[in-house]
């Protein structure tokens, strides 16, 4: 059980265009699901936090205008990275879990975007 | 917030000896401590977790000890095998402030097991 789906798992896209990934929560419902960032060799980063019904809560530092995130229903969260720009390349993970806090995060298996 | 610290960057270990990973937490209200295996270019997978109700874990080759006190835990690798190498995780749940209720990953440990 609990199943996360992340798609696409690799995306390519030029600058200046917007790239959306889907997280989906398979068997179960997620009220809140979280959006990391990864760069090569390091740790995972908080990025926000995904309310399904609300706004997103976005960490310091993350713009809330380049990296959308809707949670329009309790098994779906978006990311969407808009006007994207080399630097914007990285591994993008969603994560949601079964429970109250205190219970283990699911992790999707990953978008790696490049943009060129 | 939570701030987590994660020692050693790096181990390289030979088949069949042990694996110890340490972390450190500075949010006192913090009481769910996980650790994550992740294998190159895949997700991260939860190998046990802790709560700050008990000190101990232990599941098969793996164990973790919390120090409430002393604000830190480790996880414990015994009989490590090839298989076992991979980036390993620890994270804390943020106890306080915009952060509350979210889990903060330490920087990660690279383990190399050596056949």
């Known amino acids: 059980g609990a199943v996360v789906s992340q798609h696409p798992s690799r995306v390519i896209c030029k600058s200046g265009t917007s790239v959306k990934i889907e997280c989906r929560s398979l068997d179960f419902q997620a009220t809140t699901m979280f959006w990391y960032r990864q760069f090569p060799k390091k740790s995972l980063m908080l990025m926000a936090t995904?309310?399904?019904?609300?706004?997103?809560?976005?960490e310091q530092g993350v713009e809330k205008d380049k990296f959308l995130i809707n949670h329009a229903s309790l098994t779906l969260s978006t990311l969407t990275v808009t006007s994207a720009h080399p630097e914007d390349s990285s591994f993008y993970i969603c994560?949601?879990?079964?429970?109250?806090?205190?219970?283990?995060?699911?992790f999707g298996n990953g978008t790696r975007l490049t943009v060129t | 917030g939570e701030n987590v610290e994660q020692h050693p960057s790096t181990l390289s270990v030979q088949e069949g000896d042990s694996a110890v990973i340490k972390c450190t937490y500075s949010?006192?209200?913090?009481?769910?401590f996980p650790w994550y295996k992740q294998e190159l270019g895949k997700r991260p997978q939860l190998i046990i977790d802790i709560r700050s109700n008990v000190g101990e874990k232990k599941d098969q080759r793996i164990a973790v000890t919390l120090n409430k006190t002393a604000k830190h835990f480790s996880l414990h690798i015994t009989e490590t095998q090839p298989e076992d190498s991979a980036v390993y995780f620890c994270a804390a749940l943020s106890g306080e402030g915009g952060s509350q209720g979210n889990l903060i990953f330490g920087k990660g440990t690279k383990l190399s097991v050596k056949p």
């Open positions: 995904s309310n399904e019904g609300s706004k997103a809560t976005y």
């Open positions: 994560s949601a879990r079964v429970g109250g806090p205190n219970s283990p995060l699911h």
């Open positions: 949010d006192s209200a913090s009481n769910y």
